[in-house]
């Protein structure tokens, strides 16, 4: 994707939002719908997200970026799920959080 002489894809942005030209190519390449599998919230709320933290990076890169619906953004940002690479069909998967350890020498969880 190019925009205005810009090579999108390749472009590094040291901002924490995306700039104008990464924005559009993200709406573009997610057809304008919430990028995680099976997300039946349409095209609502979408909000653009840093697939991995920008913290240690302070990178945005078009590749780390995807868009979300208000429902699976929360999950990822506020309740510990990530996102899977990028599937052919251009969809992720959204994983849930592991449970915590529990402490050693401790009992495991009775399952019956």
């Not at 999950?75 to 992720?92: E, F, I």
Request: overall charge positive.
């Amino acid at each position: 994707v190019a925009a205005k002489g810009i090579d999108v894809a390749a472009f590094v942005h040291h901002g924490r939002r995306p700039t104008a030209a990464q924005a559009t190519a993200v709406m573009y390449l997610s057809g304008g719908r919430c990028q995680v599998r099976g997300c039946t919230s349409g095209t609502g709320r979408l909000e653009i997200d840093h697939i991995d933290p920008w913290v240690p990076s302070f990178r945005t890169v078009l590749d780390q970026l995807a868009l979300l619906c208000g429902r699976c953004h929360d999950l990822k940002t506020r309740d510990g799920w990530t996102l899977s690479t990028l599937g052919p069909d251009g969809k992720r998967d959204l994983i849930p959080p592991r449970p915590p350890h529990p402490p050693p020498g401790a009992a495991p969880p009775n399952t019956s």
